[in-house]
């Protein structure tokens, strides 16, 4: 799906391949590549730009992901949608330079927003791995619930991690404060 969705402060948008040299730069940090499952260490060009050729405008709303941009100084992050058994999953990043600044609460709050707008799903999830109390944070102040324990293979940290799942209902969501 070809969406763009604008906030306050934020243009989220497809990921293009320009995208790939500032992914690189942001994800080869361990801070953040260690706080994902799916992201190896060390993290190169080769991996942003072979990851940004599965990223199409034709794909389901359950698989699409945006590129989190500021304008005026460009890619900061990402996040997005992907399918699983479970149903679909909410996952998101941010470079290192921009933690604490609530661009990744704005972010996850416009891309739910459009998911329950777009998708007739009622459950959303997601999680962090068990230290990520950032994260945590932002899923605890939206309005998450915490669902179970797992664990999860972390790629950069090469180790199975306890991971906390939680997840996100439709009615929740849209009987939320604004």
Not at 14 to 42: H, M, S, W
Not at 61 to 79: C, L, M, R, Y
């Amino acid at each position: 799906m070809n969406v763009t969705l604008h906030t306050a402060r934020l243009i989220l948008r497809q990921p293009q391949i320009g995208d790939a040299e500032p992914i690189a730069r942001y994800l080869n940090d361990f801070e953040v590549a260690g706080n994902l499952a799916r992201v190896p260490f060390p993290y190169h060009v080769s991996d942003a730009r072979a990851w940004l050729a599965t990223r199409r405008a034709h794909l389901p709303a359950q698989e699409t992901t945006f590129s989190i941009e500021i304008p005026d100084h460009g890619f900061v992050g990402h996040i997005g949608f992907h399918a699983s058994p479970k149903g679909p999953i909410l996952g998101y990043w941010l470079g290192r330079p921009f933690w604490n600044r609530g661009i990744m609460t704005e972010a996850v709050v416009a891309s739910l927003d459009w998911f329950f707008d777009t998708v007739a799903v009622d459950t959303i999830v997601s999680g962090v791995f068990h230290f990520n109390t950032a994260s945590l944070a932002i899923q605890t102040k939206l309005g998450f619930t915490e669902t179970g324990r797992s664990t999860l293979l972390c790629l950069a940290r090469d180790a199975e991690v306890e991971h906390i799942d939680t997840q996100m209902t439709r009615s929740v969501w849209k009987a939320r404060p604004k």
